[in-house]
Structure formats: C-alpha cells, structure tokens
C-alpha cells in the first residue's frame, strides 16, 4: 500500500489514459463534476429506476470523468454503494475490479455512451454481488 499521498481529493492537472481510452482533460473536470452532482441530486429522488440501475450509472459516469490520478476506480464504487445505502441497503456491496466482467460492462457502457449510457451489464454485476453478499449473510445467520 502506498503512503499518503499530498494530492488525495485534489482534481488531477494532467492528462491520464487506460489502455486505449483517453479521459478528459484536468480543464473539465471540475465543471463536469459539478454537473454530474447536480444531475444526480435532481435524477435520484424522483426516478423509479432500480438502485442498481442508479449505482451503475453513477459508477460509470464518475469513473468516466476519471477527476483523481489514481482511486478512481475505488472512489466509483464507493459512490455505488452509497447509492444504495440511500436506498436502504444495510449492507456494502463488494464490486471486484478485478473481475473482466466488471472491465467489460464499463467498456460496453462507454460504447454506448453517446446513445445515453447503457450500463446495464453494471447493473447486472451489481445485482449479483449484492446477491452473493444477501445469501452468504442468511447462511451464516443462526436461525
């Protein structure tokens, strides 16, 4: 593990890329971060979407942004999980990112970002770790 490092929770200043995917630039990151904030607090307490639908695209659009050099990733399922503690969630949901499911619905989601953000192979992953975490619960329960 790393040591604390001086620029935690300050927006990058440079260009970052994964792979083949290129990120904004620092230039709009703060203004997109406002808005995604902005559409988030309007969008969450009137939608009749599913927490995972909501936590998927919450999770996308802010690892989509990519504001931090490093945690981003961290930092999206943080914000996941909070979508769905707002919804009653008693629970953390563990969403690996170490899983190539997880890569890929976050590269199918951005293939369809133009066409209003399909994240519902996200949601899906979200689903099912809530699932597995809800029955691995009840089978340690002693009833």
Known sequence: MKGIIVSDGVYREEDVFAGQRIFMT?????KTML??????NQYRPTTKSSPYAVAAWLLHAFVSIHPF????????????????FSYGFP?????????DEYIKSLRLADRY?????DTSHLALII???????????????EL
């Open 26 to 30: 620092p230039e709009l990151i703060e």
């Open 69 to 84: 050099i490093d945690g981003n990733g961290r930092m999206g399922r943080i914000l996941a999980n909070l979508v769905l």
């Open 35 to 40: 808005g995604l904030v902005q559409k988030y």
């Open 91 to 99: 629970f953390p949901v563990p969403i690996s990112a170490d899983n």
């Open 127 to 141: 689903l099912n770790s809530s699932h597995s975490i809800y029955k691995n619960y009840l089978s340690n329960l």
């Open 113 to 117: 970002y133009e066409k209003g953000r």
